[in-house]
Structures are given as structure tokens and as C-alpha cells.
């Protein structure tokens, strides 16, 4: 299997290994350090490049040089580059790809290595999110919740009680909004479910759902308790029985379910915060959204599972120490915003969350904002063997069950007893 997925990733493994040994060496003095971006949206891309030249101006003895990456297919391209001992210095990633980079001891714990500064603007629950074993492998800088994207106008015309933050609507109010506003050709909702896994996991902490249990030897197990079922028996019953979602969007990813959207073929779409920014780009002129919190569960429980982006720092650099104090600027406050409003999501940091452009109620800021003291670690956030069981069992028993062909029993049985032996074979 790694051959399989060292051989797959090859070709983007090239892109690091042309310069790596250049930067094991100080020249002049100077020391190179490689910053791998995973930043896509152009205003994402401009900020971290212009936080980059910022640094390099300040900073003449320590250069810092940019590589843009991509989120696709990045976990076997970094496996590759560690093996070969090729890694960039400086990592940008998710938290829910870093368990195995993390026990592979190829991340260096940040543990001494960070300022006060830095640690005390993280609130402690999503440091979480990077800790592994004892040690801290990344810093998270930026979460995105869930949101609904509703289309303003049919929320209006349906005369639907509209959801804030404090207020949310119920799981049971959610279907009943949906039922409303499945009208004249128009479903209540859509949801895009080609990958259904972070999704399901995520939203279903609001109604107490964990899926994954650490017993007192430190081993993790599955279990799909009644908590875990409430969140996806909604999905499965507004796609089957109820009718108030498309079925057509199963396979979909985000992006695809727009052009539906704006042509009101769907009142609302549960989507990450970040598609934002595409729906500012391509909406037609005139056309009214809004964002609004997702579902909260019993007693108004509002908690989601987030996987933050993160900075780490390969283990192999030998320039860890100025790798920390690069990862300290770029995350300043003001700098975090930057980060934060180039990729339309939220920043981490206490200080960063209260700037006044993130707390504008345009393009849904203030909803986003509010939301984030719920934002909890996602529920695979460290367990090891996670990718493989998500690939090669939820991601397949949840698109059936959801398209109809299996029921709730079935799926249950998948999830637990063959994700258990997935499980198992990294708790040997």
C-alpha cells in the first residue's frame, strides 16, 4: 500500500525535491526557509505572498521562500516528501491529516517552540485539534463552520421563521422549514453529499453524536449510537420519504450545487462558510442570500466539529526555531484577519475574531463569527487509521444508505464492525 501511494505521488513529490537540498545549507550567513501555501482563492494566494514579502523585508538573514501546493492529493505528496527527507520546513495542512504524520514522528512538537504570545490567543479546546500524543504538531489558524446559504427571497415568500445565531432552528424546525419551502419546483434544501463523511460526523455533534470512543488504554473504537443516527435519519428522510431535498445533489460537491441555487431550484444548501466568496462571484445580479446557523440539537446545542488549517514544522528542519518564529508573525493578530478574509473563513485567534470586518453583518460575517465558541475538534480529529476508514467504509455505507439502497441497521453494521477492523490494524 505505500509503495502503491508512494508511486502515486511521485509526480507532485518532484515539485520539493529539485530545491531541498539547497536549503539544509546557510549561505552567506542567510538561512532559507520553504513555506508550502496550500492557498487556492486569489485573495488567499495574494495575502500569505505578500505576508511573505513582508517577513523577507524585515528579516534579511532569514528568507523565507514560497511554494504553492494543493489540497489535492497533499497527504501522499508530504508522505513522499518526508520519506525522501525533502519536506518543506514549514507545513500548511489540515488538523484531520496530521494524526499519522504526527505518531510517524515526521512533524516537530511545537510544544517549546511557539511564543506565549501565540498559545494564549488559541483558545485551548482547538489547540486540541492539533495535539497528538502528548505533543502539539501544528498550529490551527483558521476553522469553518457549517452554514446554511438560503435563497432570501423563498425564505421570505414561505414566511418561515428565520434562524440567528440565537435562535437557531431545531433539527425537527429544520425538516419543517424544508417542508415549507418545497414548492412550485423548488426542494427545501439540497445537500451536497459526494463526500458525506466530515459532514454527517461533524453536524451530528449537536445532537451528541461522537462515533469514535478512546477507551482507558488509549485504543479507539466506533460505535453509531441513536445520537449518532438523528442527524443522518434528517438527511435520509428529506431525500426519501420526505421529499424535501434533491436527490440529484448526492453526488455532488459544493460548487456544483450553485448554478441550482441561483435559479431557485433549491431554497437552501448546508455548505462550508468559506462558499461565501463563490456565491459573491457568481450570483446573478440581484439575487438575495443570506447565511444562516446550522441546526442546533437538544437544548439548542449548536457544537460542530471543525477540522482547522494548520502550520507545522517537518522534524528533519534543522531551522525549526526561525520555522516558529515565521509561524508567529504570519498569525499575528491583524495578519490572521488577512489570512482569515483571503480565504473567507474565521480565524482562530481571540483577538483576530473581535476585528470589526469580520463582525459586519455583509456576506454573512456576523453569523460566521458568532458561531465560533461552538466550534469543537471534529470526532476523527485524532484517530489513527481515520483516512481508511473514511475512504473504504463510511464514504461508500453512507452515500447507500443515503441514496436508499441500504437502512439504518445495515449501515450501523458497516460502520462498526468493519471500521473496527479497519481500526485495529494501526492499534496493534
Same mark, same amino acid.
Request: charged share 25%; net charge positive; glycine share 10%.
Given at each position: 500500500?505505500?509503495?502503491?501511494?508512494?508511486?502515486?505521488?511521485?509526480?507532485?513529490?518532484?515539485?520539493?525535491?529539485?530545491?531541498?537540498?539547497?536549503?539544509?545549507?546557510?549561505?552567506?550567513?542567510?538561512?532559507?526557509?520553504?513555506?508550502?501555501?496550500?492557498?487556492?482563492?486569489?485573495?488567499?494566494?495574494?495575502?500569505?505572498?505578500?505576508?511573505?514579502?513582508?517577513?523577507?523585508?524585515?528579516?534579511?538573514?532569514?528568507?523565507?521562500?514560497?511554494?504553492?501546493?494543493?489540497?489535492?492529493?497533499?497527504?501522499?505528496?508530504?508522505?513522499?516528501?518526508?520519506?525522501?527527507?525533502?519536506?518543506?520546513?514549514?507545513?500548511?495542512?489540515?488538523?484531520?491529516?496530521?494524526?499519522?504524520?504526527?505518531?510517524?514522528?515526521?512533524?516537530?512538537?511545537?510544544?517549546?517552540?511557539?511564543?506565549?504570545?501565540?498559545?494564549?490567543?488559541?483558545?485551548?479546546?482547538?489547540?486540541?485539534?492539533?495535539?497528538? !500524543?502528548?505533543? %502539539?504538531?501544528? +498550529?490551527?489558524?483558521? /476553522?469553518?463552520?457549517?452554514?446554511?446559504? #438560503?435563497? @432570501? =427571497?423563498? &425564505?421570505?415568500?414561505?414566511?418561515?421563521?428565520?434562524?440567528?445565531?440565537?435562535?437557531?432552528?431545531?433539527?425537527?424546525?429544520?425538516?419543517?422549514?424544508?417542508?415549507?419551502?418545497?414548492?412550485?419546483?423548488?426542494?427545501?434544501?439540497?445537500?451536497?453529499?459526494?463526500?458525506?463523511?466530515?459532514?454527517?460526523?461533524?453536524?451530528?455533534?449537536?445532537?451528541?453524536?461522537?462515533?469514535?470512543?478512546?477507551?482507558?488504554?488509549?485504543?479507539?473504537?466506533?460505535?453509531?449510537?441513536?445520537? !449518532?443516527?438523528? %442527524?443522518?435519519? +434528517?438527511?435520509?428522510? /428529506?431525500?426519501?420519504?420526505?421529499?424535501? #431535498?434533491? @436527490? =440529484?445533489? &448526492?453526488?455532488?460537491?459544493?460548487?456544483?450545487?450553485?448554478?441550482?441555487?441561483?435559479?431557485?431550484?433549491?431554497?437552501?444548501?448546508?455548505?462550508?462558510?468559506?462558499?461565501?466568496?463563490?456565491?459573491?462571484?457568481?450570483?446573478?445580479?440581484?439575487?438575495?442570500?443570506?447565511?444562516?446557523?446550522?441546526?442546533?440539537?437538544?437544548?439548542?446545542?449548536?457544537?460542530?466539529?471543525?477540522?482547522?488549517?494548520?502550520?507545522?514544522?517537518?522534524?528533519?528542519?534543522?531551522?525549526?526555531?526561525?520555522?516558529?518564529?515565521?509561524?508567529?508573525?504570519?498569525?499575528?493578530?491583524?495578519?490572521?484577519?488577512?489570512? #482569515?478574509?483571503?480565504?473567507?473563513?474565521?480565524?482562530?485567534?481571540?483577538?483576530?475574531?473581535?476585528?470589526?470586518?469580520?463582525?459586519?453583518?455583509?456576506?454573512?460575517?456576523?453569523?460566521?463569527?458568532?458561531?465560533?465558541?461552538?466550534?469543537?475538534?471534529?470526532?476523527?480529529?485524532?484517530?489513527?487509521?481515520?483516512?481508511?476508514?473514511?475512504?473504504?467504509?463510511?464514504?461508500?455505507?453512507?452515500?447507500?444508505?443515503?441514496?436508499?439502497?441500504?437502512?439504518?441497521?445495515?449501515?450501523?453494521?458497516?460502520?462498526?464492525?468493519?471500521?473496527?477492523?479497519?481500526?485495529?490494524?494501526?492499534?496493534?
Amino acid at each position: 500500500m505505500r509503495r502503491r501511494t508512494l508511486l502515486a505521488a511521485s509526480a507532485t513529490g518532484a515539485l520539493l525535491s529539485g530545491c531541498a537540498p539547497e536549503r539544509r545549507r546557510a549561505t552567506g550567513g542567510r538561512i532559507t526557509l520553504r513555506f508550502q501555501s496550500l492557498a487556492w482563492q486569489r485573495e488567499s494566494v495574494v495575502a500569505n505572498k505578500q505576508l511573505v514579502g513582508e517577513w523577507n523585508a524585515a528579516h534579511p538573514d532569514i528568507r523565507v521562500e514560497y511554494v504553492q501546493g494543493s489540497w489535492d492529493g497533499v497527504h501522499d505528496q508530504l508522505l513522499t516528501s518526508f520519506e525522501g527527507g525533502e519536506a518543506p520546513d514549514i507545513i500548511h495542512d489540515a488538523t484531520d491529516d496530521l494524526a499519522d504524520f504526527a505518531y510517524g514522528g515526521y512533524l516537530a512538537d511545537l510544544t517549546d517552540l511557539l511564543p506565549r504570545r501565540l498559545k494564549a490567543e488559541i483558545p485551548p479546546r482547538t489547540w486540541q485539534t492539533a495535539t497528538f !500524543d502528548g505533543g %502539539v504538531h501544528g +498550529v490551527p489558524f483558521l /476553522q469553518e463552520p457549517r452554514v446554511l446559504i #438560503a435563497n @432570501r =427571497t423563498l &425564505l421570505e415568500r414561505a414566511r418561515v421563521r428565520i434562524p440567528t445565531p440565537e435562535r437557531p432552528w431545531s433539527w425537527a424546525e429544520f425538516e419543517d422549514a424544508a417542508e415549507e419551502l418545497t414548492r412550485d419546483g423548488t426542494y427545501g434544501v439540497a445537500w451536497p453529499l459526494k463526500e458525506p463523511v466530515s459532514a454527517t460526523l461533524n453536524l451530528s455533534l449537536s445532537t451528541g453524536g461522537k462515533v469514535f470512543h478512546r477507551g482507558a488504554d488509549g485504543k479507539v473504537t466506533v460505535r453509531f449510537d441513536p445520537a !449518532d443516527q438523528r %442527524v443522518p435519519r +434528517v438527511i435520509h428522510d /428529506q431525500l426519501g420519504g420526505d421529499r424535501t #431535498a434533491a @436527490r =440529484t445533489t &448526492l453526488g455532488m460537491g459544493g460548487s456544483d450545487t450553485l448554478p441550482g441555487f441561483f435559479g431557485g431550484k433549491y431554497a437552501m444548501v448546508p455548505l462550508g462558510f468559506s462558499y461565501r466568496q463563490q456565491i459573491t462571484q457568481q450570483a446573478p445580479k440581484g439575487f438575495a442570500w443570506t447565511v444562516l446557523p446550522s441546526p442546533a440539537g437538544p437544548g439548542g446545542d449548536q457544537r460542530q466539529g471543525v477540522s482547522p488549517q494548520t502550520l507545522s514544522i517537518a522534524a528533519d528542519s534543522p531551522y525549526q526555531r526561525e520555522a516558529a518564529r515565521f509561524i508567529d508573525f504570519l498569525l499575528r493578530p491583524p495578519h490572521m484577519v488577512r489570512l #482569515a478574509r483571503g480565504d473567507w473563513m474565521l480565524p482562530t485567534g481571540r483577538t483576530a475574531l473581535r476585528d470589526p470586518a469580520l463582525r459586519t453583518r455583509r456576506h454573512g460575517w456576523a453569523t460566521g463569527t458568532a458561531l465560533a465558541g461552538q466550534l469543537r475538534p471534529a470526532p476523527a480529529q485524532t484517530v489513527r487509521g481515520y483516512p481508511e476508514w473514511k475512504d473504504k467504509v463510511a464514504t461508500p455505507s453512507l452515500q447507500e444508505y443515503y441514496s436508499g439502497a441500504i437502512g439504518m441497521g445495515e449501515l450501523r453494521e458497516r460502520l462498526v464492525d468493519d471500521g473496527n477492523l479497519v481500526l485495529a490494524r494501526y492499534q496493534r
